[in-house]
Nanobody, 126 residues
Framework: QVQLVESGGRLVEAVGSLRLSCAVS????????MGWFRQAPGKEREFVAA????????YYADSVKGRFTISRDNAKNTVYLQMNSLKPEDTAVYYC???????????????????WGQGTQVTVSS
C-alpha cells in the first residue's frame, strides 16, 4: 500500500502564493510519476500538474502554466506544488496522486493514477 498525505492548503488572497506538499509512504517513492489534481464544488476533478520519477519532465494544465510549479524531493519522499499569482478560480480541493508504474512517463488522466491522498482545501478570496 501507498499512503499520500497532502498539506499546505488554506485561505489566501488573490495574487498570493501557497506551497502544497504531499508526503508519500508505504513503498519506494522514487520510481513513481506524481500528479496534482483539483476539484471545485460542482465540477469534475481536473488535472493540474505532473512530474516524472526524476523530475526531468513536468506537464501542466493550460490554466496553471506559468503560475504553478511542481517539484519533488526523492530523498524526502515528497512532492510539492508551488502556486503563485493565485486566482479565485483556483479555489478547489487539491489532491496528490501516484502512478506506481516504475519509471513511467507522465500521465494526465485520473484513471492512470493508482493511489490518492485525502485532499487539501485551497480557497482564494477576491
Amino acid at each position: 500500500q501507498v499512503q499520500l498525505v497532502e498539506s499546505g492548503g488554506r485561505l489566501v488572497e488573490a495574487v498570493g502564493s501557497l506551497r502544497l506538499s504531499c508526503a508519500v509512504s508505504g513503498r519506494t517513492f522514487r520510481p513513481y510519476t506524481m500528479g496534482w489534481f483539483r476539484q471545485a464544488p460542482g465540477k469534475e476533478r481536473e488535472f493540474v500538474a505532473a512530474i516524472n520519477w526524476n523530475g526531468g519532465n513536468t506537464y501542466y494544465a493550460d490554466s496553471v502554466k506559468g503560475r504553478f510549479t511542481i517539484s519533488r524531493d526523492n530523498a524526502k519522499n515528497t512532492v510539492y506544488l508551488q502556486m503563485n499569482s493565485l486566482k479565485p478560480e483556483d479555489t478547489a480541493v487539491y489532491y496528490c496522486a501516484a502512478d506506481i508504474t516504475p519509471w513511467g512517463v507522465i500521465v494526465r488522466t485520473a484513471e492512470d493514477y493508482d493511489y490518492w491522498g485525502q485532499g487539501t482545501q485551497v480557497t482564494v478570496s477576491s
